[in-house]
């Protein structure tokens, strides 16, 4: 295993961080002061678009797809360190540089199942960043850490599908450029394989019976960058047949396709939080006092900060070494090296930012700081793209097989 990074890589971590010092960190406040004068809290500040127009003038845009038609074609192991440095402002450097979900994951589903007209349609206005895109699985009546549990419904009805269903927590669907869901419900509910029930469809947002019913906070955060999370209703949506991705019975399957890169792009951010969570830990603790000293000569706070750096390059030496086996055997060679990192890594960056919180007391927990919104972020991640019981228990299965 060799994770040494190669000319490109260093490259474009360069220009990488050059960018955030020079354009996204001190875009952070001046997107929120922006956001306040907005009429609609979804409207993207006029500083992220500047900052889209530079990041692609660099060449940092669409660095997360290997696919060389249509993205960067970095492999997952050149990826990594990118996506670490972007996960330092995670609210704003995904964006961007057009490398933030849910877009990231659709394009995708649409590279690897879309038709011609699919892609040429929806994937090439997502690629050059004049739209976005909303993945609707998740639904608030059913268990959906069990994919198989969902009820909407994608029924066939002449050259159009019909689809009948409520879907919450949808990323993105409250950004005005969202122009297009991807819908997963099933085609075929009575089928007798539970995984060939479900099939993936396109749904255009302004679609009659589409209805945004509301928007869901996170930890009372909107989380703006994203374009929100939203609450959907799907009442008899009509759209053609042509709209389906791939075939009947294959929603499942893309979705496992959908989020292998999706969860390993969330724990190599989680590592860029992490590393800011330490760096803020450290300003904080040589330029505060407290009984006398300064916080940098208190014990317990050596202990957090040495604790934590070692569990961050414990981590990225795990997220590198996934990375590594995602480009030389594939994802289903690395399924247990995916799953580890996506039960450790949120665990992990969760604790790191929480002791990051304790440092700074009451700016802490404040806006002051962007320690309240990374931790709310990375707490989410221990429930998405599967919770982390979900891996424990397919990854303590794979390992008790060996011994039955």
């Not at 060449?59 to 074609?73: I, M, Q, R, T």
């Not at 689809?163 to 085609?187: N, Q």
């Not at 509301?214 to 008899?236: K, L, N, P």
């Amino acid at each position: 295993m060799d994770f040494a990074f190669d000319a490109r890589t260093e490259e474009l971590r360069g220009k990488l961080l050059a960018f955030m010092d020079e354009y996204v960190y001190p875009a952070e406040a001046v997107a929120e002061e922006q956001r306040a004068q907005l009429a609609s809290p979804w409207q993207t500040p006029a500083v992220v678009e500047e900052l889209k127009a530079e990041a692609r003038r660099q060449g940092l845009w669409n660095l997360f797809l290997p696919d060389s038609e249509y993205g960067a074609g970095l492999t997952n192991l050149q990826y990594a360190p990118l996506a670490e440095i972007m996960g330092r402002s995670p609210h704003i450097a995904p964006t961007v540089t057009n490398c933030a979900a849910p877009d990231t994951g659709n394009m995708e589903v649409l590279t690897q199942f879309g038709d011609e007209q699919q892609r040429k349609q929806w994937l090439e206005p997502l690629l050059a960043g004049e739209i976005r895109s909303a993945f609707a699985m998740t639904e608030p009546d059913v268990a959906s850490s069990d994919a198989t549990n969902i009820t909407t419904h994608i029924e066939r009805d002449g050259d159009e599908y019909v689809v009948t269903g409520r879907k919450w927590y949808i990323s993105g669907a409250l950004h005005p450029d969202c122009k297009i869901f991807i819908v997963m419900g099933k085609t075929a509910p009575e089928g007798s394989d539970i995984r060939r029930q479900q099939s993936m469809i396109l749904v255009p947002r302004d679609t009659p019976g589409v209805t945004i019913e509301r928007a869901m906070q996170v930890f009372g955060y909107e989380d703006h960058s994203h374009g929100g999370h939203a609450e959907v209703i799907f009442d008899h949506a009509r759209v053609p047949a042509s709209n389906l991705i791939g075939e009947e019975g294959g929603g499942f399957a893309i979705a496992q396709a959908r989020l292998g890169p999706g969860r390993i792009h969330h724990c190599m951010r989680l590592i860029g939080m992490a590393e800011r969570a330490i760096e803020l830990m450290c300003r904080r603790a040589v330029s505060r006092t407290a009984f006398g000293k300064a916080l940098a000569q208190q014990g317990v706070v050596h202990n957090w900060i040495a604790d934590a750096r070692v569990t961050v390059e414990q981590l990225r030496l795990l997220v590198l070494k996934t990375a590594w086996l995602m480009d030389t055997v594939g994802n289903r060679g690395a399924h247990t090296e995916i799953q580890s990192i996506k039960i450790a890594t949120p665990r992990a960056v969760v604790d790191i930012l929480d002791r990051a919180i304790q440092l700074h007391g009451a700016g802490g927990v404040s806006q002051d700081f962007p320690l309240a919104e990374l931790y709310a972020a990375a707490r989410t991640l221990m429930i998405a793209d599967g919770p982390d019981e979900v891996h424990q228990r397919s990854l303590a299965r794979r390992e008790l097989k060996r011994y039955v």
